[in-house]
């Protein structure tokens, strides 16, 4: 869909995805996954905690590298099945020019939790 077909939408609804930074502070190899995966540990501070995610982004990405990593994640969606894996959040990216992903980080390190405005 591109942008001029996509629906515009109020301010409120924005404000409805709850989109924050966190710290990865753990990537596994998810082999049980369609399509390469990592299974990710991101910490979002002391109010939301550390959550779980299912990333396909091991073109770009080693596990060593992601840790320790700020990504944005909208954190709160119900959780998701994924195969064997429970993804309570949704890591954010964008594709490059062949469709893998990129992720979604801040240029500067921010408090995890924060909330994207």
Known sequence: MSAQETPQIAFDDF?????RIG???????????????YKL????????????????I???YTRQ?????QVAAVVNFPPRQ?????????????????DQVVLVGVDRPVPNGGRLF
């Open 82 to 98: 994924i195969g064997k894996f429970m993804s309570e959040v949704l890591t954010l990216g964008f594709p490059d020019g062949n």
């Open 15 to 19: 404000l409805k995805v709850d989109i």
């Open 23 to 37: 710290t990865i502070v753990e990537a596994e190899d998810y082999p049980e996954a369609r399509k390469p995966a």
């Open 41 to 56: 540990k991101i910490d979002f501070g002391p109010d939301i905690g550390v959550k779980k995610s299912s990333a396909q």
């Open 65 to 69: 590298e992601l840790v320790g990593r």
């Open 58 to 60: 091991t073109h770009h």
